[in-house]
């Protein structure tokens, strides 16, 4: 399985609602991807379990929702503008541009791309005979500079108005919003400020469905310490994030823990850490984490002349704190949930035949849908509705009254729902219905009474 298992993936996700290739009427743009009401309802269930997990359950962290445009002047002051860049390099035989460092990683393994100057990447493609992915030829274009921000203008004259920036990250704002949050929620060091939202990258990537692309979201925060503390306070943050793992349902025995090299290291920081996953096209990051030091807050109090200094209460000191960073891709992690979810397993039916059941093994709580109430004929669906009516604002359930039972059943397996409730003709008789798991396939008659609390006590168990 393992061999197409994007394959798979990516054709149960357009079959099953969970993920459409962007404007696909119109042929589709590329590195764009639109999430069904699947993909949807499971994408905003990772982003609320992950809220749940590291800001409201917490006593040390406030949230941000911070505007998609800012002030120009906080990418120039934080280096997007200069430096945030791609070596690119264009196919002169099929036109395919493609990212030079990709290229080359994709080939060889044991180069280190990250700070080699724009000469050095075109003789390793050169001297290598690196290969185009689209054409297999070796012939391209000399490597050139590519920034990433996607640039817009604000006003109704493109040419008379000033040019702005779509954020090419999260953070930027809650280092500038530091001192107003600080203040107005008077949270004393050690505290964090978290937010999740879009950001864009105007960046030329193969393919790999939605592990790189354009437009993404990503959750992630900044967590204010003392210099003094930053070690201890990393090596808790990395913990921590090997907790949300098994709460996503991402499978850990597939991550590892990779710290950066000093030469890969970006310019504000000091240490880095990846959270790897190993996909079906190799080991690619997944999470990270990085000691940014105080240069944010530093940078942004110089450019700006505006005091980023916190005042210990405690003694009476000013200084400007520094950060750890733990970052989370939303749009990965709805990749990777999917990836571990994903099993196909053999299953006998009543008369000994052998057949593949696909499902979905999402952890229960993180599933699009909890429930689904399934009516086994016609003459079931009112009584059906009355279950909807008693668990439907507590579990999101699904409804489903066409096919036979079995297939109905292979259908909810095959999106990842945890539990099924039929209702049957002797519901109206002794007031149960036959609730069905996922993972084991075993039936229980529950008292329609009892089975809010049933389910809830088992999605609490998982």
């Not at 689904?372 to 909807?388: R, W």
């Amino acid at each position: 399985m393992s061999d197409n298992l994007m394959e798979k993936v990516v054709s149960l996700c357009k079959r099953k609602g969970f993920v459409y290739p962007g404007s696909d009427i119109y042929g589709g743009l590329a590195n764009t991807w639109d999430y069904g009401p699947l993909g949807s309802q499971l994408k905003k269930n990772i982003q609320d379990a992950w809220w749940k997990f590291f800001v409201t359950d917490r006593k040390d962290m406030v949230g941000l929702d911070a505007s998609i445009l800012m002030n120009p002047k906080v990418w120039h002051a934080s280096g997007h503008v200069a430096s945030f860049n791609d070596a690119l390099v264009d196919c002169k035989e099929c036109k395919a541009r493609i990212r030079a460092d990709h290229l080359i990683e994709d080939a060889l393994d044991d180069v280190k791309v990250e700070g080699l100057e724009l000469a050095d990447l075109d003789k390793l493609i050169e001297n290598n005979k690196i290969p185009c992915p689209h054409c297999g030829k070796n012939n391209f274009t000399e490597a050139r500079v590519f920034n990433l921000l996607f640039q817009t203008h604000i006003g109704p004259v493109a040419k008379d108005s000033e040019p702005v920036f779509l954020r090419g990250e999260v953070a930027q704002a809650m280092f500038v919003n530091f001192k107003n949050i600080q203040e107005s929620s008077r949270k004393k060091l050690p505290f964090g400020i978290a937010s999740v939202g879009k950001a864009f990258r105007n960046e030329i990537t193969p393919g790999n469905f939605i592990f790189r692309t354009i437009e993404f979201d990503l959750m992630e925060f900044e967590y204010f310490i003392k210099e003094s503390e930053w070690e201890k306070t990393f090596d808790y943050w990395i913990e921590e994030m090997k907790k949300w793992l098994d709460i996503a349902g991402i499978d850990s025995k597939k991550t590892r823990i990779r710290e950066h090299t000093a030469d890969e290291l970006s310019h504000y920081s000091k240490k880095t850490v990846d959270i790897e996953f190993d996909t079906p096209f190799g080991w690619k990051e997944l999470y990270g984490c990085a000691y940014r030091t105080n240069f944010d807050l530093s940078n942004h109090q110089e450019k700006s002349k505006k005091n980023m200094e916190y005042l210990d209460p405690e003694t009476n000191e000013k200084f400007i704190p520094h950060v750890i960073e733990p970052t989370f891709g939303l749009t990965r992690s709805v990749l990777m949930v999917l990836l571990s979810a994903y099993t196909e397993e053999v299953v006998k039916d009543a008369d000994g035949n052998e057949d593949t059941r696909i499902v979905l093994k999402f952890n229960k709580k993180i599933a699009p849908f909890q429930v689904a109430i399934l009516p086994l004929q016609k003459q079931q669906i009112e009584k059906a509705d009355e279950v909807f009516e008693k668990i439907g604002k507590k579990f999101n359930c699904d409804f489903d009254t066409t096919g036979t039972i079995g297939k109905r059943y292979r259908r909810q397996d095959e999106i990842g729902t945890p539990y099924c409730v039929t209702i049957d003709f002797d519901t109206e008789e002794d007031g149960s219905v036959t609730v069905r798991d996922r993972d084991t396939m075993e039936q229980k008659r529950i008292k329609i009474d009892e089975l809010e609390n049933y389910i809830a006590e088992q999605l609490e168990l998982d």
